[in-house]
Nanobody, 125 residues
């Protein structure tokens, strides 16, 4: 069992930047694949970015070149650096994790058993 706690959300103007953090409990964080998802009311939760236990990254097309996912296993933390933010990036952002022994990248919500509570990101135009 692992607990995930997001932080770093807030209100920012279009073109601005934010860095989200997700702190994980437990001593096996380095063996987890981690992901970021986002959701707006009335829509399904959508994939944003993922990073494998070995550091392989994947991104949704809508955020490629603007967002960067990274992890620090010494701090049990995964980050999402968001730059050039757009109003359409406004959503609740969720961190997700799964224990894994492979190097696959997981981009579907159903593939992650562990979730944080979410942090609101609002981008004003």
């Amino acid at each position: 069992q692992v607990q995930l706690v997001e932080s770093g959300g807030g209100l920012v103007q279009a073109g601005g930047s934010l860095r989200l953090s997700c702190a994980a409990s437990g001593r096996t964080f380095s063996t987890y694949g981690m992901g970021w998802f986002r959701q707006v009311p009335g829509k399904e939760r959508e994939f944003v970015a993922a990073i494998t236990r070995s550091g392989i990254r994947d991104y949704a097309d809508s955020v490629k070149g603007r967002f960067t996912i990274s992890r620090d296993n010494t701090k049990n933390t995964v980050y999402l650096q968001m730059m050039s933010l757009k109003p359409e990036d406004t959503a609740v952002y969720y961190c997700a994790g799964r224990a894994t022994i492979d190097i696959g990248v997981y981009s579907r919500p159903g593939e992650y058993p562990y979730w944080g509570q979410g942090t609101q990101v609002t981008v004003s135009s």
